[in-house]
């Protein structure tokens, strides 16, 4: 059995057999960017500081930067609330961010000219890992981060090839 441990905002943490975790709904007006980005550094901190498990400075700053890119392209293209999941499995965390809009997001071709809609890009750039998957109501987009620092010194974080 699974043990559960409850944090003081009613959000859950999970630990144990499961990987550790934190699901958050967010109601997607213009406070739940910096409310998500919140609830990262939140979980990390947790994270770090209960279950000894190593996060760096890096991947405290990428992945509050993943997940306001994730919120924000949830917010500005889907109606209604968003649902945010970090979970630690290894030495990835993992942001999922449901919206409930099905077209899936596609990374638009480098336009240093282009003025905004880089999210995407940035996102897929820092993460060692980047999935889309559609859902009978919208879609998830997951992102992981390494939580060490690269011993490569590569800023994504990334394993060298």
């Known amino acids: ?14 630990f144990g057999a499961t990987p550790i975790q934190l699901t958050v709904a967010l109601d997607g007006d213009g406070s739940c960017i910096a409310e998500a980005r919140r609830h990262a ?3 990390l901190t947790r994270v770090q500081a209960e279950h000894g498990l190593p996060v760096s400075a890096r ?12 919120v924000t392209n949830a917010r500005k293209y889907a109606p209604g609330p968003v649902l945010m ?10 942001v999922t961010v449901w919206d409930s809009d099905p077209v899936l997001p596609i ?8 003025v905004g809609q ?17 859902e009978p109501v919208g879609k998830r ?12 010194g590569a800023p994504s974080g990334r394993r060298p090839q």
């Open 107 to 114: 990374a638009r071709a480098a336009d240093p000219g282009r």
């Open 118 to 134: 880089h999210g995407l890009e940035i996102v897929m750039a820092v993460a060692q890992g980047f999935q889309v998957q559609r």
């Open 41 to 43: 550094v939140g979980f």
């Open 85 to 94: 999941e970090l979970r630690v499995t290894g030495d990835l965390v993992e």
């Open 141 to 152: 987009v997951t992102a992981r981060i390494a939580l060490p620092d690269d011993p490569g």
């Open 59 to 70: 991947a405290m700053d990428l992945t509050r930067l993943v997940v306001s890119e994730l």
């Open 1 to 14: 059995m699974n043990a559960a441990q409850s944090v003081p905002d009613g959000q859950g943490v999970t």
